[in-house]
């Protein structure tokens, strides 16, 4: 692979604990009003996981703060 980490051991219990912690929040999202909020994801490379997602007040009446969270894992396993 192109990082090596094809091999990981522990690649399979990354990936279902992110799959586990990904559907937590969905479940959670699906109880709030997410109408007043827009979700775009911007491409910045050929993987999909090259993405950013920004989520904005659909319609803002003055300029916002940004609040950046960056992924504190080195990038190497589990999900955007």
Request: charge should be neutral.
């Amino acid at each position: 692979s192109a990082h090596g980490m094809t091999d990981d051991p522990l690649r399979p219990a990354v990936n279902a604990l992110a799959g586990a912690y990904e559907a937590q929040v969905r479940a959670l999202a699906a109880r709030l009003d997410l109408s007043a909020l827009r979700i775009t994801t911007h491409a910045y490379g050929a993987q999909p996981h090259h993405a950013l997602d920004v989520i904005a007040p659909a319609a803002p009446t003055a300029p916002m703060p940004v609040v950046l969270f960056l992924h504190g894992g080195g990038f190497t396993h589990g999900h955007r």
